[in-house]
DNA sequence: ACTATAATTGAATAGGTACTCATGTATTGC
DNA sequence: GCAATACATGAGTACCTATTCAATTATAGT
């Protein structure tokens, strides 16, 4: 866009504004709030280490919450609450086989956008 | 750090049930600690619903702080302050014109991914 | 110089969150 | 039945964070 300072004094944040077409682009591309609130809070699975940890070791194949606390040198309680948190996100689902409760990657999808994350940090 | 008692008691299954095959296959896939740390924060730049809303807008054009302000219905301070967060995260650049300060995603990667997460939540 | 505007910034605060601890539930084996 | 194991869960807590508010900086116009 241009450079040139339009203050074409229309009414805005308080008072003053702003470049109106842009704005007005930006609004007609953005997704409804029940759309942007729900893909802020996918993006929250993947904003905790430890939480992020979980997922890149399912990424591998499944593994029951002792296994993660063991390969996390975490607790079984923090574990347990983690992958609550990712079940009720829809990232993990479970099995249960007698005493134990494997946990899984709900599907590939997951996996491409926790690689892409950390091939951004690992480029930069 | 003997303020906070550490629980190294990872005793639990430890003996028994842990799959020992599959915490190393997840071990030896497992990024450096500084990896995931670094992964998890770049996540978190999305995990805002006000921070990926900017980072929507952004990804049509640059943008002004006022602007920002206005299209979600902010003040400009808390604009200012994510702002902030997105630019030392990398996500976002800025250049200024006037009393002016445009912002505008650092690249088009950043975009891919906020895509792709918004795709994820419409199908789901 | 003075005024107005765009933006930044620090402090304060309210709400969120990730862990620990203690306890509860489900399953297995004796 | 009882004990042990694997996991879940609620409460408590210390830390984190997203906003507001007030003050400040920078730029432009008069």
Chains 1, 2 share one sequence.
């Not at 308080?14 to 591309?29: G, K, N, P, Q």
């Not at 802020?40 to 979980?54: E, G, N, P, Q, Y």
């Amino acid at each position: 866009m241009s450079a040139t300072p339009r203050t074409e004094a229309v009414e805005c944040c308080e008072e003053h504004v702003v470049h109106t077409a842009a704005v007005d682009l930006a609004r007609s591309a953005m997704p409804d709030e029940e759309i942007t609130s729900a893909a802020s809070d996918f993006f929250k699975a993947f904003s905790d280490k430890t939480r992020l940890r979980i997922l890149t070791a399912l990424a591998q194949e499944e593994l029951c919450v002792c296994d993660i606390a063991a390969l996390l040198g975490m607790s079984q309680s923090a574990i347990s609450h983690q992958l609550r948190f990712l079940k009720q996100a829809r990232l993990v689902k479970s099995r249960k086989s007698g005493k134990t409760v494997y946990y899984a990657l709900c599907d590939d999808h997951i996996q491409v956008i926790l690689a892409q994350g950390i091939a951004h940090v690992q480029e930069g």
